[in-house]
């Protein structure tokens, strides 16, 4: 699916979208866009792109159940990993744990300084 259609069913219009590209507003991964590709996402039965908001997905991330080798939960190991790397910057990283793991499953897509959503990789 074409990101300009991903962005419109976001509810930005096409010429905003134009705009924040020329700007260099819209990231991928902590990449700038400077076209309008193609991701290969996962769809609904509708053929619209499944949009998961940041927020919710964080507190399930967190959410995890006990480790086997650990006191702490993966939650909890997940939720002191996030503080210090931070959410963003864990995306295509060359960190190699669960956490990344699990995220690399996902696109991270930034249309301005405070929206953002995640997008599920079609495996």
Known sequence: MKLFDILKQQGLF?????????????????????????????????????????GNFICKLIQLKQSTSSKLTNGQI?????????????????????LTEHLNKFIFVKTSKKEFFLLEKKI
């Open 14 to 54: 096409a010429n905003d979208i134009r705009m924040r590209i020329n700007n260099g507003q819209i990231n991928i991964n902590g990449n700038v866009v400077k076209d309008n590709i193609e991701l290969d996402i996962e769809l609904d039965e509708f053929s619209n792109a499944i949009i998961i908001e940041a």
């Open 78 to 98: 997940f939720a002191i990993q996030l503080k210090i790397f931070g959410f963003e910057n864990l995306f295509d990283s060359n960190i190699n744990n669960e």
